[in-house]
């Protein structure tokens, strides 16, 4: 299913200060409120209206106009999964963000560890008196 949320939709769901159950504690939540829970709790509070539309929206009537109950859970439904797809799209990049900084830092680690290889190869190259002259410059302050 594809839902959307329209700027329409949300200018309405001010107007009528819409709220949602909360399934994880009860009681009711505004649509600021909705940010800050988990995607599963809200995945559950969008199945709950989901489920309620299916019930309110059988009708055996030809052409019977759509309920203005119908249009509320419809409207609350497109928010509660709009800030599921968001939240999810979120932890996405984040995720992908992570994953990118984890190997750029593995590629620093091999590119260090090249250095070092690279080093002690013309430390093996040096004749043992250029090495013992090395050595001796270290040794002095």
């Given at each position: 299913?594809?839902?959307?949320?329209?700027?329409?939709?949300y200018v309405k769901s001010d107007r009528f200060k819409d709220r949602f159950d909360n399934p994880a504690k009860g009681g009711q939540l505004d649509r600021e409120q909705l940010w800050d829970l988990s995607i599963p709790v809200l995945d559950q509070i969008a199945l709950a209206l989901d489920n309620q539309l299916q019930k309110?929206?059988?009708?055996?009537?030809p052409n019977a106009q759509v309920d203005t109950a119908n249009s509320e859970i419809q409207r609350k439904l497109?928010?509660?999964t709009y800030i599921i797809q968001t939240k999810h799209y979120e932890q996405q990049a984040a995720k992908l963000q992570t994953q990118e900084q984890a190997a750029r830092t593995q590629e620093q680690q091999e590119i260090l560890q090249a250095l070092e290889l690279v080093r002690r190869q013309e430390l093996l190259s040096k004749s043992p008196e250029e090495l013992k002259a090395?050595?001796?410059?270290?040794?002095?302050?």
């Open positions: 299913m594809n839902y959307q949320m329209t700027l329409q939709e309110t929206s059988k009708t055996f009537v497109n928010i509660v090395m050595l001796e410059k270290t040794r002095q302050p």
